[in-house]
């Protein structure tokens, strides 16, 4: 195993991903920030300098599992204090297990701002992929937003409550096209001709076979992801490889990682539309377009026709059966405990606490604590946070999942899941409609430092004896992000195996920063000595 190094620097900078000027957060210069690379078995080490002058910031390795290493998980809050102006941290990192995972920023909701990556662990020589392919590349999806993120987020956390609204384009691996005479605005600040925002070109070599590491890190949009007339096979989801099913469109999820196999088979002599769509959400915002160029066209030679329509945004039964159709791969599966020892039913909902627009589980929205979970609870400080524990589940015989609640208010707290270590955990997502009549939501949910079994999926309200027998134990999929759709239930099960303190919430930036999230506790008095870096704040400072 060797030792993959990087040096990065944070900071601010102008730039126009989608032809609109803002102020974007870049490492060396880049965003999307540089791929990081390792092979499974490396120790990656990301020594990281916040040169943003007047903001912190933490960065969060989505999808490693950082077993042994959780004060390097990244969340401010949860498992550090965010890193002042002027420091230095060094992450360090184990790249245990093989996949598709991302980075980004974990404090507030500075993921907007452009800091998040690519993060890919191939195999250890000589061990083989169940699939061919002869290139490998990863495609970042995000959507994009003009105004800051402080700006988003004090309009959140304000009365009157000032929505985020829908994003204004979408970015495929950080390019995307705003349309500039929509608004009257100066060429210095939005320019359809500036090269920064020409579309995102994937170069092709007829008759190749590619694998697409295709990532989302939405803010709030759920996507559809083409390739004008090529199929594309799913061979593996959140690092794990799946029973491989062809799809002519991509369901993604903030927070999920895809690997499909592409064949550049098509007629050679043009390029062709590589697209992505809002789903879920009433689309305002306008496909994201990149070119799938094949060699020797010209890179940016546009396709000779119209880019291909989006799925119906609210198909929702199509995209269910996308999740239902993810399988653990034959030879791959990683069988589930039989039972759980404990089960938790999250229902989640908007709320409003004196007045403000939040999000809860079980009626309880997250605040923040002033000292970091992980500190508060290694150096048993109690009182850094609320000791009364959040409930296990919800008043399921008398809640009515299909309508506004009768009464919106909830509570919040800082208090958190304390699970016995080593054992295995159930969690039944329950959505219900939000604060708006006949409405809810897609949420992806993301665990941190486990991946977990998808059990199984449904329409309605869950039944904890009828759709308990209903479980898939047989080859379900491991993932570390799911999603819930509208009115419906996900269930999981993981094992409490990984010492810390860990996160698990909602990856949608606005939903998140409102509170929609719980964290989980397991085995910290086996979590070694914490390392001074992520100590600056609360009664962490001078432990
Ligand atoms: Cu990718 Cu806690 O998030
Ligand atoms: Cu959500």
């Known amino acids: 195993a060797k030792i993959r190094e990087y040096n990065w620097e944070v900071k601010y900078e102008y730039k126009s991903p989608d032809c609109f000027r803002k102020q974007v957060i870049t490492i060396n210069g880049l965003s999307p920030g540089p791929t990081i690379l390792a092979q499974q078995g490396d120790t990656v080490i990301v020594n990281v300098k916040n040169k943003l002058i007047t903001e912190s910031f933490a960065i969060h390795w989505h999808g490693i599992r950082q077993r042994g290493t959780p004060w390097s998980d990244g969340t401010a809050w949860v498992t550090q204090c965010p890193i002042g102006p002027g420091d230095t941290v060094t992450y360090e990192f184990k790249a245990d297990r093989p996949g598709t995972y991302v980075y980004h920023a974990h404090y507030g909701m500075q993921r907007t701002a452009g800091l998040y990556g690519s993060i890919q662990v191939s195999l250890p020589d ?23 993120t402080s700006a988003q987020a004090t309009g959140l956390t304000s009365i009157p409550y ?79 490889n799946v029973e491989p099913f062809e799809v002519d469109k991509l369901y993604i999820y903030s927070g999920e990682t895809y690997s499909v196999i592409v064949k550049a088979d098509r007629d050679p002599s043009r390029n062709y539309w590589a697209t992505t769509n809002v789903i879920s959400r009433h689309p305002n915002t306008p496909p994201g377009l990149a070119i799938f160029n094949y060699e020797p066209n010209e890179p940016q030679q546009s396709p000779p026709t119209v880019p291909p329509a989006g799925p119906v945004w609210n198909d929702t039964a199509d995209q269910f059966a996308q ?29 409003t606490i004196n007045g403000y627009t939040r999000w809860a589980v079980n009626n ?26 959040p409930p296990d ?13 009768k009464n919106k208010n909830a509570t919040s707290s800082t208090a958190i899941y304390r699970l016995k270590f080593n054992t ?23 665990l941190h430092g486990h991946d977990f079994w998808v059990l199984g999926n449904g329409i309605g309200k869950f039944d904890l004896k009828e759709d308990t027998k209903k479980f898939n134990l047989v080859n379900p ?23 810390g303190v860990w996160a698990f919430h909602c990856h949608l930036e606005p939903h998140f920063y409102l509170g929609m999230g719980v964290a989980f506790e397991a085995g910290v008095e086996k979590v070694g000595k914490l390392p001074s870096f992520i100590m600056g704040c609360g009664q962490g400072r001078g432990l």
């Not at 995307?176 to 070109?201: D, H, Q, R, W």
């Not at 295995?424 to 993301?446: C, F, G, L, R």
């Not at 999929?477 to 990984?498: C, E, H, I, S, Y």
């Open 424 to 446: 295995t955990v159930d969690v039944i997502m329950q959505n219900a409609n939000t604060m708006k009549i006949s409405h809810s939501e897609t949420h992806p949910w993301h």
């Open 126 to 148: 000589g061990v083989e992929e169940p699939f061919a392919y002869d290139f490998d590349q990863s495609i970042l999806l995000n959507d994009w937003y003009h105004q800051s």
């Open 162 to 240: 000032m929505w985020v609204g829908e994003p204004q384009s979408l970015l495929i691996q950080g390019k995307g096209k705003f349309n500039c005479s929509s608004v009257t605005l100066p060429t210095n600040i939005c320019n359809t001709t500036n090269p920064e925002c020409s579309p995102y070109v994937i170069t092709v070599i007829p008759g190749k076979t590619y694998r697409l590491r295709i990532a989302s890190l939405t803010a709030l949009s759920a996507l559809s992801f083409q390739i004008e007339g090529h199929k594309m096979t799913v061979v593996e989801a959140d690092g794990y």
């Open 393 to 405: 589940t919800y008043d399921s015989l008398n809640y009515d999942i299909n309508n506004v609640a």
């Open 477 to 499: 999929v491991m993932k570390n992000t799911v999603p819930v759709f509208p009115f419906g239930w996900t269930a999981l099960r993981f094992q409490a195996d990984n010492p």
């Open 364 to 389: 309880v929205s997250l605040d923040t604590p002033e000292t970091p979970f992980l500190i508060a609870l290694k150096y048993n400080l109690p009182n850094a946070m609320d000791q009364t524990p």
């Open 323 to 351: 999740s239902q159709a993810l399988k653990a791969r034959q030879g791959y599966i990683h069988t589930p405990p039989p039972t759980s020892d404990r089960t938790l039913v999250f229902l989640t909902t908007q709320n």
